[in-house]
């Protein structure tokens, strides 16, 4: 990750990222307020790369994960978020970020990595507290439809990878 000293604002007006002491502490705070529903930010900069932790997978495929170089990084997990990454779309350009619920200037930006992560590059024990907590966060391949639903919106592929491992192990 950047450090504080080397870190360049991607988004200056709307995000400021706080950096905390300790790995993976840092948090990424909305400098604005955006309406439930409102994309609050397009994904542009995007390479494709490694799952990594610092990844998000945008598709089916093993090697579909892009590195995100923005402040966008800093978003961190939450089991009930206030923002989803909605790259459901085959044209990149249209890929983006969106308020899942009223979002006020200082509030924390969190997503639910399940909606996007089908195995977790690094897993980890979630403290977001939420009465909804998996309590541990390893990817949505550890989730049920059912469960992953009740955190949606749920990127397409992987509603699909679970439906389709559903599938299998009802056949056997």
Known sequence: MTSKLSYVPSHPDLFQVDF???D????LIARKGFSEGEVIAHLSGLTKGPKAYSSV?????PEDHVELHSDLLYVNHSCEPNVAFDLSSPDQSQWHVRALKRITPGDLLTFFYPSTE???DQPFDCTCGAPSCLRRVKGAAFLSEEELLTHSPINPWILAAVQRRDKV???S
């Open 20 to 22: 905390r002491p300790g």
């Open 24 to 27: 993976y502490s840092s948090a």
């Open 57 to 61: 997978q945008c598709g089916a495929g």
């Open 118 to 120: 089908w195995l977790m």
């Open 169 to 171: 192990g009802r056949r």
